[in-house]
């Protein structure tokens, strides 16, 4: 079972009363916010770590990858 921990924010009070008109649950879409966000911010970090090897691995050709595979198969 996973933990929970509160995480509180301030809203005007207008927002708050519109939320209830429209019987918008915060928590549930603050929790979906949340993780969209990360999800992103992950997407977004991978994309970038990407770009950082590209030139690393731009040096290692298909042929080598091919032969470490086999060596790695052979070895099992």
Known sequence: MSKYTTVSTKIPQELKE???????????????AIEDEIRRREAKKLEE????????LNKVSVEEIVKSIREDRTQR
């Open 18 to 32: 519109k939320m209830k008109q429209l019987e918008i649950k915060p928590s549930k879409l603050l929790r979906k």
């Open 49 to 56: 770590d990407i770009e950082k090897l590209k030139p690393v």
